[in-house]
């Protein structure tokens, strides 16, 4: 099994590097490093020589990918791709545009993000796998039946829709919890509660009605049958084999977002006021703040790379036939 | 290990019951101990970027440094029109002026004789810095932390982390230091170019400190700080302890303006040491970061992701209230407080708040104590008089909160660009002709309905650039543009659309048609990318050119595009707007002065406009002292400029705030900044509506409960049935085909 996650990682570099070239180009053909030295120096009087100076502290003086005006290797390391790229393999990301440590920020802002991401992760994974049971429990009676009608339903509901309803009925009419904001120590708990409710329930509707499927499809293999025929009583048979053998494709979805739980989400973190790194990646998107933009897709991707490697693994522990080889 | 656990949950529990008991709102945003305190609370939308006064510039930015820095001026509060008063400085400075040799000119010299003028500038005494790591001394009275070991910067995370602190008295040093800066290499201030052409020698220093830098950064120093006391600068120099000189060349009556900008607060070079020292900047520790200032409030946290507070300033030297003001401030009670030592708030709490939902509903609750209006939020907030006089709505007016507005010193307004060849003009006749199509899309475009429409009410039709509250800028019947409005029944009234049509044929094109080419008028409207939000307003200004049978084609690209396109002249028609820096009409008639053309001169001259007496006229005014005299040449100017109509002059924007009962001593505007420190909270007030306005609903929790068990018994029933049910069915046929398999 070592082996294989050796071989993964290994694999993992090019992909990494296709993805940070991928961010690059696509970065670069919307914002110019002249675009960005503007943003940053703000709109009124900025003359080209501040401009010319910014880029040469930040080192957007050099050309994108090739350079022209270098010899042999250096006319591509000499770039702005290379010299940016290199230093993030190695975890070095650098200072945003504005002056401030990367590392820092996202060091500082991943439990907050961690904080609303964590509880709707394993509180919703409980709820989804809970009310797909039910509903398989009760399979071809009206309990199914409006349980599916439900869950397209709630499937059809935009999230945000679910954030400003669920402000406006919680927090604005009924006073129970606050609307926005984000405290230290035990006071983070109260801002909790909103985020993670409307977390679980936004994706309640598509979640349960995949896991309902996948109980389903195994309620009709012989080894069910088989438990049935033992004489085991159905919440036995549901609980006990049925859900085991679901969790392949239980984990295939969930065990790859792990990882990215510490990203935050974009959305709800700027609605709730969550200092965390979701809003960080929306902040940099608007300032046009390169450093900070790759850093996060850098991370995202080879959080991503980990947790497909972790879902690998997951199958080891739940499936003994599974070999990593 | 277990008990630790339990006990934890307990108290968690407790802290809950505890509040849940204790009055405090449930939906309250704030710690518990905070109730009832002396606090003001804001939010801000976008994290600042800069709080070095050298850097910072944007309105988001100086609503915290201009708390905490003092320049020598500031603007008095009360008093309309805006006028300078002393802030640090003991008295306003003393102006002197010499002549190519040298020798003091009168004061009523002319500006053509003045080679120089040197300000110079009295400080207070007495005056005190905020308390600081970087002034902090052991027992021998070295600096503590002016020189880090790696071992100590370790164990170093935020500032908090100096176990000592120290302040010392301000001195006029600080504020040529702070001169000094504006051409320090590692830092960019936006207004150094500006600077470089007046402050003497402020370009040649930047170059000489440009040098030095390199050459520390060559030799391979460890420490690269460039100490700026050993590079003396011409323009600004310490006369004694408490005062100091500034030395700019020729007259250039708006630099006590600048005075009163936090670019020329006072920084000490102690401050500047310490944040040099390798290792801290890593860790955000920063002057950019962790401002150090002598004014009535400090910095005392700062996460700008989640929220931000200012402090009173122990250290704080005193100010009083001010004695003076308009006639209708003492009727509205902003005087009550004259004489009163400042700053009246402890604390202020700014919340980072992104989205504008959750702000305006957290005002409503009152966790907010001032709001502006979105114009999603407007109608709910506000309803006009039938004098078309804005008012708070029932709604708003049964919780207390009122409404306060005030012209702002901006201009929003439509540009185009006369390099263009159709609206620009080639040639003596080709110029005469666009500059009657910009006169005829002048009064069509409507801008009275545009207000009323996508702004709410909430802006004034221009009638030159000159915003209102400005010197030069002229009210009734005198200061109507009289190629757009005749002045009728006591208010302008906009020219028919007849008036129009017939300067839009003498322009060439009638009925909108090329009289040349015999094919309709095509103009271009280059805009930013905009949601589907902006297409009624985007289809409005469409309709506007239909007016003239004019098709108009919208040209919308992303922000930087749009950018691209204006400094390179490739944009038509656009939109465009301008914030004052200063009360003065140099800050908006040099946005059409010729040599401020954004081709080629990079300057803030967006439509490339240039008529060469406006320019000639606009160097005699910008020099010039407030008077008759000066009125008199810029109402030439502005009559040039709407003969040539440059620009649709467009609206000046109204700013609309709501402010809860417990709010006092406000008077909105947009040019001082330093106004926490006459604002007043009646904290008890606001604490008993926070009881009263958010008590919590708990029936939905209830019957959230009673549906949950509504549910679960039925469930349980066909539970059991069904479990009991399986017994049953394995003695049915079948069960012994089931059983051969199991066997």
């Known amino acids: 099994m070592l082996n294989y996650i050796i071989r993964r990682l290994f694999y993992a570099i090019p992909i990494l590097i296709g993805v940070n070239l991928i961010t690059f180009t696509l970065f670069f053909v919307v914002n110019t490093p002249d675009d960005m030295a503007r943003m940053q120096l703000g709109i009124k009087r900025v003359t080209p020589d501040a401009i010319i100076k910014w880029?040469?502290?930040?080192?957007?003086?050099?050309?994108?990918?090739?350079?022209?005006?270098?010899?042999?290797l250096a006319q591509l390391t000499r770039t702005i791709f290379f010299e940016k790229s290199v230093a993030m393999f190695a975890f070095r990301f650098g200072r945003a545009d504005d002056g401030r440590d990367i590392a820092y920020e996202i060091k500082s802002r991943m439990m907050p993000s961690l904080a609303i991401a964590l509880p709707v992760f394993v509180l919703g994974l409980g709820v989804y796998v809970v009310f797909a049971l039910t509903m398989v429990f009760f399979r071809a009676t009206y309990v199914d039946f409006w349980g599916v009608v439900l869950c397209v339903a709630l499937m059809s509901i935009s999230s945000l829709f679910y954030i400003i309803a669920g402000q406006f009925l919680i927090s604005k009419l009924w006073h129970l919890v606050p609307i926005s904001g984000y405290g230290q120590h035990m006071d983070v708990a109260k801002f909790l509660v909103l985020p993670v409710i409307i977390g679980v329930a936004s994706s309640a509707g598509a979640n349960t009605r995949w896991y309902r499927t996948l109980f389903l499809e195994e309620m009709g293999k012989d080894y069910v049958r088989t438990a049935r025929a033992k004489g085991l009583a159905e919440s036995i048979v549901l609980f006990r084999h049925v859900l085991r053998n679901a969790l392949i494709p239980i984990l295939t979805g969930a065990v790859v977002v792990i990882p990215l739980l510490f990203l935050g989400s974009l959305i709800a973190e700027s609605f709730f006021g969550i200092p965390g790194l979701g809003s960080y990646t929306i902040d940099a998107i608007n300032s046009q703040d390169f450093a900070v933009v790759r850093a996060m897709v850098f991370l995202g991707s080879l959080l991503y790379i980990v947790g497909l490697i972790l879902t690998d693994i997951s199958y080891t522990l739940v499936d003994p036939r599974i070999r990593l080889e | 290990m277990v008990l630790k656990t339990q006990f934890k949950y307990l108290m968690l529990l407790l802290a809950i019951f505890v509040c849940a008991c204790s009055g405090n709102p449930w939906n309250n945003p704030y710690p518990a101990k905070d109730a009832g305190g002396n606090i003001l609370y804001s939010a801000f939308a976008e994290r600042p970027k800069h709080l070095d006064p050298v850097q910072s510039y944007s309105s988001n930015e100086i609503l915290f440094t201009a708390q905490i820095y003092e320049p020598p001026l500031q603007y008095h509060y009360l008093k309309r029109p805006f006028t300078l008063i002393p802030f640090a400085a003991a008295r306003m400075p003393e102006t002197i002026y010499l002549d190519r040799n040298g020798t003091r000119l009168p004061q009523n010299a002319d500006a053509e004789q003045i080679a120089y003028t040197i300000y110079e500038i009295p400080i207070k005494q007495g005056i005190r810095y905020q308390p600081h790591p970087a002034f902090a001394r052991d027992e021998q009275g070295e600096f503590r932390y002016h020189h880090l070991p790696e071992e100590e910067l370790a164990k170093i995370h935020k500032l908090n982390d100096f176990a000592h602190t120290g302040s010392r008295e301000l001195a006029a040093e600080d504020y040529v230091f702070q001169i000094k800066r504006l051409a320090h290499p590692r830092l960019h201030s936006p207004i150094f170019g500006l600077m470089s052409d007046y402050i003497v020698g402020l370009k040649e220093y930047s170059m000489i400190l440009q040098t030095a830098a390199a050459a520390r950064l060559d030799e391979q120093r460890v420490d690269t700080y460039l100490d700026l006391k050993n590079f003396p600068l011409e323009g600004a120099e310490v006369v004694d302890t408490y005062t100091y000189r500034v030395k700019i060349k020729g007259k250039y009556p708006q630099f006590m303006y600048w005075l009163a900008m936090p670019f020329f607060a006072p920084i000490p070079w102690e401050v500047e040491r310490f944040y040099s020292q390798k290792g801290l900047a890593e860790k955000n520790i920063t002057l950019d970061w962790y401002?150090?200032?002598?004014?009535?409030?400090?910095?005392?946290?700062?996460?700008?992701?989640?929220?931000?507070?200012?402090?009173?300033?122990?250290?704080?030297?005193?100010?009083?209230?001010?004695?003076?003001?308009?006639?209708?401030?003492?009727?509205?009670g902003l005087l009550a407080d004259a004489g009163k030592p400042l700053p009246f708030i402890d604390k202020v709490i700014y919340s980072r708040e992104r989205e504008s939902i959750p702000r305006w509903n957290k005002f409503l609750q009152g966790y907010y104590d001032a709001s502006n209006i979105g114009s999603d939020s407007f109608d709910q907030a506000v309803q006009l008089s039938g004098q078309g006089e804005a008012t708070v709505s029932d709604e708003m007016k049964e919780q207390g909160i009122r409404l306060e507005t005030a012209v702002a010193t901006s201009t929003n307004y439509m540009g185009f660009n006369m390099l263009d060849p159709v609206v620009g003009g080639v040639g003596k006749h080709g110029r005469e002709a666009a500059r009657k199509l910009r006169q005829a899309i002048s009064i069509a475009v409507d801008y009275e309905e545009y207000v009323s429409i996508f702004a709410n009410g909430r802006g004034v039709p221009a009638q030159g650039p000159i915003a209102p509250g400005i010197a030069g800028h002229r009210e009734g019947k005198e200061g109507i543009n009289p190629v757009v409005y005749d002045w009728e029944n006591g208010r302008p009234q906009r020219k028919p659309i007849e008036a129009a049509r017939a300067l839009l044929a003498e322009a060439g094109y009638p009925g909108g048609m090329d009289v040349k080419t015999g094919a309709p008028l095509v103009l271009y409207f280059d805009v930013t990318a905009r949601g589907a939000e902006d297409k009624a307003s985007l289809d409005w200004m469409r309709k506007q050119f239909q007016k003239l049978n004019i098709q108009l084609v919208v040209r919308s690209t992303d922000y930087n595009r749009f950018q691209d396109k204006i400094r390179k002249g490739n944009a038509q028609i656009f939109e465009w707007g301008w914030n004052a820096d200063y009360p003065d009409p140099e800050n908006f008639l040099f946005l059409l002065h010729g040599p401020q053309q954004k081709v080629g001169e990079e300057g803030e001259n967006a439509s490339n406009y240039s008529n060469p007496e406006y320019d000639r006229l606009f160097e005699r005014m910008k020099n010039m002292e407030n008077g008759p005299q000066r009125q008199k040449i810029i109402d030439s100017m502005v009559s040039i400029l709407r003969?040539?109509?440059?620009?649709?002059?467009?609206?000046?924007?109204?700013?609309?705030?709501?402010?809860?009962?417990?709010?006092?001593n406000v008077k909105p505007n947009r040019l001082s900044n330093n106004n926490v420190k006459y604002w007043r909270i009646d904290a008890s007030l606001r604490e008993q509506k926070r009881r009263e306005w958010n008590k919590p609903v708990l029936w939905p929790v209830g019957l959230a409960l009673i549906v949950l068990v509504a549910g679960l018994f039925p469930a349980l029933v066909v539970y059991r049935r069904k479990e009991r049910g399986m017994g049953i069915q394995g003695s049915v046929p079948g069960a012994n085909e089931f059983g051969n398999l199991n066997a």
């Open chain 1, 55 to 72: 880029k040469q502290e930040r080192g957007y003086d050099k050309p994108l990918l090739f350079n022209e005006g270098e010899q042999g």
């Open chain 2, 291 to 332: 401002p150090v200032g002598t004014g009535p409030y400090m910095l005392s946290e700062n996460d700008p992701n989640r929220v931000m507070i200012l402090e009173k300033n122990p250290n704080y030297h005193g100010e009083t209230y001010p004695s003076e003001g308009m006639p209708d401030d003492i009727e509205e």
């Open chain 2, 643 to 664: 003969h040539d109509a440059p620009w649709l002059w467009g609206y000046h924007p109204r700013d609309y705030g709501l402010y809860h009962a417990w709010y006092g």
